[in-house]
């Protein structure tokens, strides 16, 4: 079926549905709707939807399936993979009015919210209670809708996992309308297709979530953190494996190199605790007490040295961890700030070390400055690519061809396309390249037997 | 489509594929084929068909898919719902013989299995490394591939979730023959649609998996139990949520009344360690040392003895532990020697004590024996209501009417028709008269995309 444009009915129509000044049109539209975080992927609205309900959503997917217009849901914008981006056109349905947290239901450790709210004010609201709300993706302005909708995973997947695990309900709106609650408050589920478990992570390409019930864990009381020193990265990578061997599980395993560092520094005006070495691990763990968190720390001190690391700090204050973790969590932003690309592949975690020299090897051959760094205790690596003032076009050919060589080397170890940011718009002709002829059929099968007419976020994902 | 009878071509050709001794027919067929572990549902195989290796399960289908035979998948055949019962004839596919463990994966703590390895045997043979497959359903002679097929739970759900979060991977052969490769090695995965998740708890409607890999964890290297007395279930019930409240994270957490004590001493020949009191938790703990083991009994005692337990006490030997979580485990054998039926609801955790309290009044009210006991942890009930000897049409007809109203509870209260046991042959009407038609409409939808001959598991869970 071939989209529409929007006319001047459909428009009069959707501020009926959500009141005028929730319908944006033209010129009123600011340029931030035109695109997300990263992706060089950009495309202007016909219309922007505000909606305060899931009513408003319902009704306006009931009237754009009927005219055939496309709908491109929007979070917070936070994305990096051109998801959110109205790249056919019409409505572009932002949800950031609707983010209320509903409910957080302590007996059942549960918080029931809007898609709008942000990582950020859910973790605020639920650790005022004593909870926690495990999944950590380093965008604390994301919103959790958004979150559901790349199953966005986060620093501390190492040990509580991705949102997918962490997603107990949804309410979602269907395409041509519908309303539907999938899952509910219940910790365990075996009945029937779990039809929610397609829909995350499927970036808003076969419903519109308007409601989301996660679980809760105890907000655990003691957590410190640990630098540790490499002489080189191969060192630091094959140190991983032996935390788990010795029975120790962090919330958090990162790896970055000093040149990272730098530009993290630049960014934040802020001295990182350390720059010594050539190569980093840094770890993050919780306990429920200190004798607890004191014993695991010092047995990851001790594998890292045995592992031939130069030294390991300790950082057990809030404000030395705050130092370690937002120089840490501005490394993107700090690149970024000159225009860039990434690779967001996720390999086997004992492969890590080959895709990073690999990644570095690339980045020699086809000349393009890339900057490496990642969650080592998961094999997702982010493989951030600079433009460093190179001419567009010359800068994308480079891009592309580094793009072709790393995914080729990431299927070759065993490696998806992305662990944890997506498909979007940008990556969906590696998604095909990578992935089984008749995986993508039944993808597309998916595709149109919950959206026949092709509406809702169209070309993305597939 | 209708489905055909098997005549002598189709054996002769499935003779070719797996060889004579692998394929039985007629008299040759144990009567166990015709059966699983509790379902009031027999159906005969008109063949039973044992393959060897995922090239036999293709050539396999591709035979059934072009002369609309139908396929039968079964495991260890300990599920409760029939759903390895092949009650439309057909061929039982009996993935028995394919119990391979194909790699213990220590650097990347993953284990890589045929799906007819039981889950005893990956138990064993990851301990043996210090390593730990969390999920924790009380059938250790289940496989692994019926585990995947209902998303089973077990104890452990409470602290490391089900069989779900631990499937990191898995090759499945479609209803056409062709074998397809879904996730990976890896932890993390935002690559497209998963079609894996929509597999996982589908009961071998949509593929036939022949291959399955789970991650694993360090073996925790110290474990205690705490078994705690309480004057009634009410008590018992309300003091679950105050363990998350006080940081405190069991691996388990059970609830059961006296009178189950009694049949499964009975049954095991041997006293339990306790039997003085109505109602008990019995709870179980993981941790990196023996300090913050106790650390974590000693606290969790306190909060017992502060919601009005009578007693708790310790087991910290694995003699003292084996005697308790034996005689838990026996529980389902022990009433199940007498003929009886189950309803598996899951409830949201607070909700636990009004469920059982109903279930009670339903054993009154449509004179059936019941005992009930479950996962305190996750809301997730086990009724049992036992045949004591009547008539079978007379038992039948309470069992449905008790079923009809525990069902209509569990819904008013938020909870679903199955937590862990599976939908099979045996609740598919509870699943069609508590789910949203639209819902349904969408899992026949997948049904017909992954499997449009229907020869795959026919009339199991639609």
Redesign the interface.
């Known amino acids: 079926m071939s989209l529409q444009a929007i006319d001047n009915s459909d428009v009069r129509k959707l501020r009926q549905i959500a009141g005028e000044e929730n319908v944006l049109v033209g010129g009123d539209i600011p340029d931030d709707y035109s695109h997300d975080e990263m992706a060089p992927v950009t495309a202007q609205p016909e219309v922007v939807f505000r909606p305060g309900c899931t009513g408003e959503v319902a009704s306006l997917l009931q009237h754009c399936r009927g005219r055939g217009i496309a709908v491109t849901p929007r979070g917070s914008g936070t994305g990096l993979m051109g998801g959110a981006v109205p790249v056919c056109g019409g409505v572009l349905l932002d949800m950031g009015r609707m983010k209320e947290i509903l409910e957080i ?6 918080a029931r919210v809007q898609p709008g709210v942000t990582l950020l004010e859910l973790s605020e609201a639920v650790e005022s209670r ?1 909870l926690f709300y495990a999944p950590d993706p380093g965008e604390k302005s994301g919103s959790i809708g958004g979150n559901v909708s ?4 986060g620093m501390r ?2 040990k509580y ?2 949102t ?2 962490h997603v107990r309900g949804m309410q979602v709106v ?1 395409a041509d309308g ?1 309303v ?3 899952g ?12 929610m ?2 829909i ?3 970036e808003g390409t ?1 419903a519109v979530v308007t409601e989301i019930t996660v679980r809760l ?5 003691a957590l410190a953190s640990l630098l540790v020193q490499f002489s080189d990265l191969d060192q630091a990578i094959s140190t991983v ?1 032996r935390f ?6 962090p919330q958090a395993i990162e790896f970055f190199r000093r040149g990272v560092i730098t530009a993290s520094e630049q960014y934040l005006g802020k001295a990182f605790p350390d720059r010594s070495a050539p190569a980093y691990l840094l770890l993050r763990f919780d ?3 200190r ?2 968190l004191e ?2 720390m010092d047995a990851a001190g001790r594998v890292c040295l045995e592992n031939g690391a130069e030294d390991a700090l300790i950082a057990d204050t809030a404000e030395r961890q705050e130092a370690l973790w937002s120089a840490r969590g501005a490394f993107l932003e700090a690149i970024k700030h000159d225009e860039m690309d990434e690779a ?1 592949v ?5 492969a890590i070390a080959e895709m990073v020299h690999y990644a570095d090897e690339v980045g020699e051959r086809v000349d393009l400055r890339m900057e490496t760094f990642g ?1 080592a ?4 690596l982010h493989i951030n690519m600079l433009r460093d003032g190179l001419p567009w076009e010359q800068w994308r050919s480079r891009v592309d061809a580094a793009m072709d060589l790393l995914y080729e080397k990431s299927e070759e170890l ?10 979007g718009h940008a990556k969906r002709a590696y ?1 095909h390249r990578h ?2 002829r ?3 059929e ?2 597309r ?3 149109e ?2 959206d026949p007419s092709g509406i809702l976020n169209p070309q993305k ?2």
Chains 1, 2 share one sequence.
């Open positions: 239901d302590c007996e059942n450790m549960l004593g790349t199953n966005a995973g997947a190492v996992g991705v997918r695990d269907l519908e539907l609650d999938l509910g408050r219940v910790a365990k589920n075996s009945t029937g297709y779990q039809l478990q397609i995350i992570g499927s076969l864990l105890p907000r655990p009381p494996p788990a061997a010795a029975g120790i599980t306990g429920s007490s004798e607890e014993s695991q967001d996720v390999v086997p975690r004992a969650h205790g998961d094999g997702n065993g490696g998806m396309v992305s662990g944890e940011h997506g498909i998604l992935t089984d008749r995986e993508i039944l993808m099968g998916i595709k037997l919950f994902v597939l």
